[in-house]
Nanobody, 127 residues
Framework: QVQVVESGGGLVQAGGSLRLSCWAS????????MGWFRQAPGKEREFVAA????????YYGDSVKGRFTISRDNAENTVYLQMNSLKPEDTAVYYC????????????????????WGLGTQVTVSS
């Protein structure tokens, strides 16, 4: 089993920036595709960004493309989500997830592909 822990959420004004961090346990972090998802009240959990385990290929949801950047530091078992130009509609609980059993260096956008999830961190963007 893999422990996943997010941090860095908070309250920011529209147009501001925030950086989320996600740490995952274990010696095999560099084989896990990592992803960020978000869920607003009453909404489906939405794909935000993902990064492959080795080459660092990235994919973004259309709603965040050009504003958010996902990155990872395999030496620190950590993935980041840099969020710029935040909008009120970005308000949600943000979840980090690890695909521990997928194809090495693949990028996953499907919720079902991820095996371990953090508890989430709240991001609130005021107008």
């Amino acid at each position: 089993q893999v422990q996943v822990v997010e941090s860095g959420g908070g309250l920011v004004q529209a147009g501001g920036s925030l950086r989320l961090s996600c740490w995952a346990s274990g010696p095999s972090f560099d084989t896990y595709a990592m992803g960020w998802f978000r869920q607003a009240p009453g909404k489906e959990r939405e794909f935000v960004a993902a990064i492959s385990s080795r080459s660092g290929r990235t994919y973004y949801g259309d709603s965040v493309k050009g504003r958010f950047t996902i990155s990872r530091d395999n030496a620190e078992n950590t993935v980041y989500l840099q969020m710029n130009s935040l909008k009120p509609e970005d308000t949600a609980v943000y979840y980090c997830a690890a695909d521990a059993y997928g194809e090495i260096d693949a990028v996953e956008t499907r919720r079902a592909a991820y095996d371990y999830w953090g508890l989430g961190t709240q991001v609130t963007v005021s107008s």
